[in-house]
């Protein structure tokens, strides 16, 4: 862990008064844009200057990310649906039905160099049977072709999705199993040879959520106790201690500090790895 933080770094806290932060994404630009689920909004933060509401009525906005142009694509979990902000302000509906059927709740996605989008869509667990709506949780994949596929069902309950650095393997934190997943990405964007790289298994409740990785293969997960942290080969080093349980974390400031969405706030850390730059 002494090689991944920067010396003498501490956790700081930067925001904080909120209901359930999420989806926490840093733009090009220089901002950080987060989700308030059940305040149903999406706020931006830029240093030194006033937090600002980036957009009301955000859809049960949860995973955040932008795509190559700088426009934001957002898991609207409480509209069941993946959309695209565009640049003059309007919405481009992405995904929100698999076959006929209305998708789940849309959790967390990340972008692909080819253009497409991976994201996570777990069912409800109370949920009751519904034949209009997906009967299991799922990854699928938007195709850059602007088709949705199904890239797999081999998570129990599928919830934060990133990239390795070279674009060839995606990894998915199953919060139900309690581990982390990564599946080969074959040319044509479909997953292949599904594996298990993490365990996160402890009598405390709740499992993995959001993940990130870095330039050497290193895999950022929140869990309890803080942002675990896992080597290429999925040896367990340490755990980033947050005093607030995260849920989602994001590479900003030259991908150089990590930020972490946990409940009612936002912290971050300065580290010496260099984060995964997928847009």
């Not at 069941?80 to 919405?91: L, P, Q, Y």
């Not at 991976?118 to 850059?144: C, G, L, N």
Request: aromatic share 8%; glycine share 10%; charged share 25%.
């Amino acid at each position: 862990m002494e090689d991944l933080i920067e010396k003498g770094a501490k956790l700081e806290q930067v925001l904080s008064g909120f209901a359930f932060t999420e989806g926490p994404v840093f733009s090009r630009l220089g901002f950080l844009l987060f989700s308030d689920i059940p305040r149903n909004r999406i706020w931006k933060h830029t240093a030194g200057e006033p937090l600002e509401i980036f957009r009301e009525d955000s859809g049960g906005a949860n995973g955040l990310t932008f795509d190559h142009q700088g426009r934001l694509l957002i898991c609207e979990g409480g509209r069941g649906r993946v959309t695209r902000r565009e640049k003059d302000g309007s919405f481009t509906m992405l995904a929100e039905r698999f076959e006929g059927r209305q998708l789940n709740r849309p959790n967390d996605l990340v972008y692909a160099i080819d253009g497409s989008i991976y994201f996570t869509d777990p069912r409800p667990r109370d949920a009751k049977d519904d034949p209009a709506r997906v009967p299991f949780s799922a990854v699928y994949q938007i195709t850059r072709q602007g088709q949705l596929r199904l890239a797999t069902r081999e998570s129990q309950r599928p919830n934060g999705v990133a990239l390795s650095a070279n674009q060839q393997t995606l990894f998915v934190a199953d919060s139900e199993a309690q581990n982390v997943r990564a599946f080969e990405v074959l040319p044509d964007g479909a997953l292949s040879r599904g594996r298990i790289v993490a365990e996160m298994k402890t009598p405390q409740p709740g499992g993995p959520d959001g993940l990130k990785a870095d330039e050497a293969g290193n895999l950022y997960v929140t869990g309890h106790g803080g942002v675990w942290v896992f080597n290429s080969a999925g040896r367990h080093l340490g755990i980033i201690e947050v005093p607030e349980k995260p849920a989602n974390v994001a590479w900003g400031d030259n991908h150089r500090t990590l930020y972490i969405t946990a409940r009612t706030s936002v912290y971050r850390m300065r580290l010496r790895a260099t984060g995964t730059r997928t847009f």
